[in-house]
């Protein structure tokens, strides 16, 4: 057991670090579709962006099919039935459009972002930031060497509007609006996110980064996301997500499709840290050519619930698909995470490897799916995924769905569920650590190959956010 | 043995399953068990392809249509099939059944109804036995999504045997039950409901046959396996029915405290089969091991769909299937371990390998975990893929035909569940039909 006022210190060092996405501005928005979903919304939205009249019809057809379909909840948590879409505004806006430099962000805007670090980050070594606050970009910036390389990063709005020769093609595509109910939802609403295309050979050396921030209370956020890789091009793309701490449920349901040539590779890194009444229901799907490689990096840290299965459909021979992903539940959260791989050609591999934690009420799931057909051979897949229960209650699932045919096809997976043992905590206690602090490093110890995976600022962050997690957790 | 009206009639027939269950006016609670079994059935849907309780499951071929009970076989017929149900020749007795008839009933050693044992027909136990059938016929709830089934099987329940050892008797030898179709388009509802006492020990097996190989029918067989305190039972069941069965089977086993429970389920026969098995751990040092086993051919679909409750704490479950597949055939397996919050100090096992030996076989596997304490060991495992070329390779080098050599591997992978029978001549028996079904494909 930790002192009184070590358990004091730690519990202010907690307090005062968990606050870091919470606070919130004055709303005063320009644009503001008000409370509910009706077609008008949709209009609404499509009208204040001024989009062509195909997105308005794309928009309005998945809207019926979000109506249209039940609610997973045969399957999935009975938490869903919580969400209400009628209290919920699916479109604010300031008006602005995404603005060049820094300086030219309003000052209350700039405050928010400064409170999360974005500026430092970018004067590190990000290649270009684009941070989104509610439904729109406000602040957009590349490093001029690669718009000169025919990178493009903007907004939806703007690839459609600008680009439609290059984002048209594969827009709704790989996640199809009648993909599930939460994809329709986005499919009708969309507004922010990142369209992304690398051209052909280009490899961006430095990762791309987004910033997602939800800043209006009962506020829907539905940022889509589209990055190209061209053949033989390469690029990382990161994401992290916060939200301030609001008394009503706030939703978030993103979708994010990845199309990798021929030989390409992308690599999509998140770390989502909503506060603890987000409903995060995201999307996402990658799409592999020949010899192209689509690897999800997911950690799921806040947020009230999450599901997500970020998948990898690999269509052409040689692909390969990864998704490595950290789940970590905490009191009132359920992180309902997991990985889908879909091998679509010969010769493909997949890999997924998946830990979560939960601590004290905590509960964490993992959903799984590995299809292999028929008619494909030498297609192998590798699945594991280990749970670490912390406390009494703490809880862990464990969903997979395997299947499989064809010829010189394999497959195997392996779960695992334990606790830290007693032991180890006892040797490191004896060493002079503090029981939270014996936790954080046991359970570090449990991600630690995961995280070397990661971008380096990010595997920092994480172990970081895990040790302040753990701290609170013992004793 | 009962009279059966002569006129054709289906199994959803109300006016026959209400005259049928009259039959057993003098025994209230079963016929009222009965007709709750009827009212549950009218009550529910067939599964849908929804149903994530049937997921990669053909539900759109589910069909009870065209089948119906059949009249008792000729003494000549029984004799035949009784003859060709003797299996096991140390049988501590055998119980032979025909289309839902009893034809034999078991005789025991004098020795052991002197010490209490009771092996019976299901309808004579119902009739002698009321209390000791209504503390355990039926009692848990069906968990796995063959609701529907059970609840048919409830109506028409009828055929089945009772076996009871009491407290502190231990029978080493195996009490054998054999269950055949013979009528096409037969309708049977065998029930094996086992009771072992404190430290009682037992061991059964279960044969599912069907008198011709290509045989129509609809089983829809279950079992209430309940070993008490210290108790061991260790059970073989075999599906052979014939080639054209449809098969649902709804298990329920139950461990109290340190008892030992082990269970090997063999499938070979159906055109469907489906097998759901729940097991309960309620008492600390309870011990329960599932094993399955199959060959699966043409166009074959098993269903495994298993359940490890863990209610008690310091409890262990162990379970391994594995399926061979051949043709275009299909396996799924489905499992799952629950721990429930306080039950700490759960060892809790789950391996699923299976061997496809066709490219037109599918093999589809859903290992589950839902864990809700801390203090666990729990882990599964699955796995699907190929003979090894290498071992392959070593076996055709030395002149082994390629098929010859597949079998020879595809049968050394099936060996680990065979050991677990722990009786020889039913292992070589189980064995045997695995062959068979390999020389068939």
Redesign the interface.
Known sequence: MAEPDQEEAQRAAIEVDRSKGDFKYEENYAFDAGVGLTPATVDYIAKVKGEEEWIREFRQKALKIFESLPMPT??ATADLDNIRFDDIRYYLSKGQKPVRTWEEVPDDVKQTFERLGIPESERKFLAGVEAQFDSEAVYSRMKDELEKLGVIFCGPTEGLRDHPEIFRKYFGKVIPAGDNKFAALNSAVFSGGSFIYVPKGVKVAQPLQAYFRINAENFGQFERTLIIADEGAEVTYMEGCTAPKFETATLHSAVVELVALKGAKIQYVTVQNWSANVFNLVTKRGMAEEDAEVRWIDCNIGSRLTMKYPGVILRGKRARGEVLSIALANDGQHQDTGAKMIHAADDTTSNIIAKSI?VGAGRSTYRGLVHIP?TL?NCRNNTECD?L???????????????????????????????VSAEQIFYMMQRGLSEGEAMSLAVNGFVNDLVKEFPMEYSVELKRLIELQMEGSVG | MTAVAPAPAGVLDAARQSAETGQFRAQDWFAVLRQQGWHTFQSLPLPHR???KW??SDTRSLSLDGYAPAPAPTAAQAADLIARSRLISDAAGLIVHVDGHCVLKPTLAPELIAQGVVFESLEDAVRARPALLQAHLLKHPVTLGGDKFAALHRAWLRAGYVLHVPKGVEVKQPFVSVTWTLTEGVAVFPHALVIAGERAQATLHDFHLAARPDQRALAISAADIHAGPGAQVHRLAVQAWGAATQSFQVDNTCGERDALISSVNAAVGSRRARLENTVRLDGAGADVRLYGISVAAGEQEFDQRTLQVHTAGQAKSDLLFKNALLGKARTIFSGLIKVA?DA?RTDAYQTNR?L?LS????????????????????????????VSPEELFYLRARGIPLAAAQELLAQGFLEEVLAKVGHDEAAEAVRGMLREKFHQA
């Not at chain 1, 229960?389 to 695992?416: C, F, M, W």
Request: hydrophobic residues 25%.
């Open positions: 045969h399957w939960s028929k051979q749970a229960l912390i406390n009494e209650h703490s809880r862990t699932d464990t969903y997979p769905a395997i299947s499989v045919r064809g010829r010189k096809n394999s497959v195997q997976h392996e779960a695992s569920v334990s606790k | 929804d149903d994530e997921r990669f919050p700490q299976n496809l490219p037109d076989a599918e093999a589809d596997s859903l290992p589950g975990l839902e864990i809700e304490a801390n203090d666990v060991k729990c882990s599964h495992g699955a796995t699907t893929g190929q």
